[in-house]
């Protein structure tokens, strides 16, 4: 969800958006990944809680906005208990927020597809946030992710690990000895810098603007 009016976007009294993170789980129990428009930044699905809504309300509008699926598509198969913050530097920070807007406050919710892969839509809405997009082994994320978000991104893989369905192997999902799993032959630990050259198994969905500038939820 972009900003559009700063006057309208709710923060807490420290300066945290309230925002939803999702954990998209295909029937192998790898993570949708998703390239953010036109930026060499990827990251889950997630987006601000608006005036009103339920963190589970916001969910599945963002999951509707961000990569064209409802609520049939999905099954629930968790969220984290509390809120987990990271903040976001100020060079990602629009000037008219800074001072007051200091980051974000999370619910993750992890998600089981009970569609298919086609369901997958990046421009179901006229202002994408996505323009590519892969499966993930579950822990790869943690290798790739910006700097800023990436121990936010550890602790709700960790809790929410532990309700991954047990359709293959669990064990190698989880971590040993404060290590993760990681494939050796994914050729994932750093992203190309061209924006063509994407991860084997990407799917590119080039957009048809050219007016909308990189941002940050």
Same mark, same amino acid.
């Given at each position: 969800?972009?900003?559009?009016?700063?006057?309208?976007?709710?923060?807490?009294?420290?300066?945290?958006?309230?925002?939803?993170?999702? @954990?998209?789980? =295909?029937?192998?129990?790898?993570?949708?990944?998703?390239?953010?428009?036109?930026? #060499?930044?990827?990251?889950?699905?997630?987006? $601000?809680?608006?005036?009103?809504?339920?963190?589970?309300?916001?969910?599945?509008?963002?999951?509707?906005?961000?990569?064209?699926? #409802?609520?049939? #598509?999905?099954?629930?198969?968790?969220?984290?208990?509390?809120?987990?913050?990271?903040?976001?530097?100020?060079?990602?920070?629009?000037?008219?927020?800074?001072? #007051?807007?200091?980051?974000?406050?999370?619910?993750?919710?992890?998600?089981?597809? @009970?569609?298919?892969?086609?369901?997958?839509?990046?421009?179901?809405?006229?202002?994408?946030?996505?323009?590519?997009?892969?499966?993930?082994?579950?822990? @790869?994320?943690?290798?790739?992710? @910006?700097?800023?978000?990436?121990?936010?991104?550890?602790?709700?893989?960790?809790?929410?690990?532990?309700?991954?369905?047990?359709?293959?192997?669990?064990?190698?999902?989880?971590?040993?000895?404060? $290590?993760?799993?990681?494939?050796?032959?994914?050729?994932?630990?750093?992203?190309?810098? =061209?924006?063509?050259?994407?991860?084997?198994?990407?799917?590119?969905?080039?957009?048809? $603007?050219? =007016?909308?500038?990189?941002?940050?939820?």
């Amino acid at each position: 969800m972009k900003f559009k009016n700063w006057g309208l976007i709710m923060l807490d009294r420290d300066g945290f958006r309230p925002n939803v993170g999702i @954990v998209l789980l =295909n029937q192998k129990n790898q993570v949708f990944w998703g390239k953010r428009i036109r930026t #060499h930044s990827w990251q889950f699905p997630q987006g $601000g809680i608006d005036r009103g809504e339920t963190p589970e309300q916001a969910m599945f509008r963002e999951l509707h906005e961000e990569v064209g699926l #409802h609520p049939e #598509h999905v099954s629930i198969v968790a969220r984290t208990r509390d809120w987990l913050r990271y903040e976001v530097p100020d060079r990602y920070v629009r000037r008219d927020a800074r001072g #007051h807007y200091k980051g974000q406050k999370q619910i993750w919710f992890l998600l089981q597809l @009970v569609g298919h892969d086609w369901d997958l839509n990046l421009r179901a809405t006229d202002h994408p946030e996505f323009d590519a997009w892969r499966w993930n082994d579950y822990w @790869v994320p943690l290798d790739a992710v @910006v700097e800023f978000k990436r121990g936010v991104y550890e602790m709700a893989l960790t809790e929410l690990a532990r309700y991954l369905p047990r359709n293959e192997s669990r064990n190698r999902f989880l971590r040993h000895g404060g $290590g993760r799993h990681r494939d050796p032959d994914s050729g994932f630990d750093r992203l190309q810098p =061209n924006i063509m050259e994407l991860p084997p198994g990407a799917s590119f969905e080039p957009d048809p $603007g050219t =007016n909308l500038p990189p941002h940050h939820e």
